[in-house]
């Protein structure tokens, strides 16, 4: 036998090994961008792209989860029925942005959960009103609480929420808890997780990780949904996560975060518990298969024809990620006047940075609202590897110097909102479970233009000129980063 045989299949086998998983790259068929990126890490680092492609290259949820998925269609599919019918019954459906309504035509004609009308809805985007809202609400639940969010820091004002949660489970109030396992890791392993079971309060730990899940999951899915429903009939939803902003990442040097969250009462509230109870059954296998049976069972919920009209998009790698894609590629194109988009991670694909070119070539005036400052320095450098072109086409920049700027918000010509979890980076857009409020109410809308016209006072606008001055390291690092961007 040849001494060079061993060498000979060693080489064999790992170029084998190279072509078989540039092949599963490929037949994934995703973005062109995504693809390329991954192959380009596969083939100038094949060991470690091996390993990081393992780890993050696929949407792996599991087998248990997928099987979860499957059995809860059934159910989930008896619900929106049920509830698509039980609003028929209210009226015929009411879209109030009468001019520019495809956005409501997608969701109406792509989503299970129908528009849902008849919703009183408050904004809020001061921490204490936010903090002393929810706990109030919290304090006067009746029946029951559930509760999901990304990150629950137990510090600062947060440890109100812990309070009034075991006060309300010692009246009897059932309360289910949901976290994320990596976001809200410190309050999992202190000891406040242990007074809330104690209290009666389930706490379940969202998308675990370790050396098992790695083997069978990707590891950087995360529920990024930050959901409170009291009673089935009140709900908040937004940026918000359980932190104190004067004890949060202050070693981030970014200064406070700023939130926005919205309180809603009425059907939609219901749709937003029912979005927790199905990732609790999907996380445990236990649970109410069949939702909340409130507005299954119970006479139509009354209608108010002259509160807001809302689709409630949950989204995730369980569900049509197309569907939200496509809603912010929709929300884009049809603006007419004016598109303001406030983001913390600005990261978009290939297509929605055209859209957004689009829309200020032909007249939009295009407001991006992003922090001056990140806690995340490859996304802080790789999003401003896009500046230079949106500038040239017209889309106007502007960094936010009071804080790190957290609310999440597309508004569509000051009448149609986007308003929830997403940022607008490939993460919360492809990966991640998020919620998204679409709501048709020009009220609220212009609430909206109030709370950003006054982030837009606090911030300064990019100049293009000054902005291609910038030094060849600044650009170099940029468009590195740009590079990886696909991957973030």
């Not at 007074?195 to 389930?202: D, E, P, R, S, Y």
């Not at 981030?252 to 219901?270: L, S, Y």
């Amino acid at each position: 036998m040849s001494e060079n045989f061993p060498s000979l299949l060693v080489g064999t086998a790992y170029l084998t090994s190279i072509i078989l998983f540039a092949m599963m790259i490929i037949m994934k068929r995703r973005p062109v961008g995504v693809s390329l990126a991954w192959l380009v890490l596969l083939f100038a680092l094949p060991v470690a792209g091996f390993f990081f492609y393992m780890l993050f290259g696929s949407r792996r949820l599991g087998s248990r989860r997928l099987k979860r998925i499957e059995q809860l269609y059934p159910d989930y599919e008896q619900w929106s029925t049920h509830l698509a019918s039980v609003i028929s019954d209210s009226g015929p459906p009411r879209c109030p942005v009468t001019s520019y309504n495809a956005i409501y035509r997608l969701a109406e004609h792509t989503m299970a959960i129908p528009a849902l009308p008849g919703n009183q809805l408050q904004l809020f985007y001061e921490t204490d009103d936010i903090v002393k809202g929810m706990v109030r609400d919290i304090k006067n639940a009746q029946s029951s609480i559930v509760l999901e969010f990304y990150i629950w820091a137990p510090e600062g004002r947060i440890l109100e929420f812990v309070h009034a949660l075991i006060d309300s489970a010692n009246r009897g109030v059932s309360c289910l808890v949901i976290l994320d396992a990596v976001g809200s890791r410190a309050f999992i392993g202190s000891q406040w997780v242990n007074q809330l079971k104690a209290a009666g309060i389930t706490v379940i730990a969202s998308m675990p990780v370790g050396p098992f899940q790695m083997l069978v999951e990707r590891m950087d899915i995360r529920n990024h949904r930050k959901i409170l429903v009291i009673d089935d009939a009140i709900a908040w939803t937004g940026s918000f996560n359980l932190v104190d902003p004067k004890y949060f990442r202050q070693e981030a040097d970014v200064g406070q975060w700023v939130d926005a969250m919205v309180r809603i009462e009425g059907v939609a509230a219901h749709v937003l518990g029912s979005i927790v109870q199905y990732d609790q059954t999907l996380e445990t296998g236990k649970g109410h298969p069949s939702f909340n049976r409130r507005y299954v069972q119970a006479e139509s919920p009354v209608i108010y024809d002259s509160l807001a009209e809302v689709h409630v998009l949950p989204s995730g790698p369980g569900v049509d990620r197309e569907l939200l894609h496509q809603v912010l590629l929709a929300a884009i194109y049809e603006s007419q006047e004016a598109l303001l988009i406030s983001t913390p991670y600005f990261i978009p694909d290939e297509s929605l940075l055209t859209a957004l070119k689009s829309a200020a070539m032909r007249g939009v005036q295009v407001k991006l609202l992003v922090p001056e400052k990140n806690d995340s320095k490859m996304v802080h450098h790789a999003s401003r590897a896009y500046y230079e072109e949106l500038l040239i086409s017209g889309v106007e920049i502007h960094q936010f110097k009071g804080g790190l700027l957290h609310t999440k918000c597309v508004l569509v010509d000051r009448s149609t909102v986007l308003f929830g979890t997403v940022n607008l980076d490939m993460r919360s857009v492809w990966l991640n479970f998020e919620v998204t409020l679409i709501i048709y109410d020009e009220h609220f809308g212009q609430q909206i233009t109030t709370l950003l016209e006054s982030y837009l006072a606090q911030s300064e606008a990019v100049v293009l000129e000054q902005w291609q001055n910038r030094t060849f390291g600044r650009k170099f690092l940029e468009n590195t980063m740009q590079l990886l961007s696909p991957l973030l």
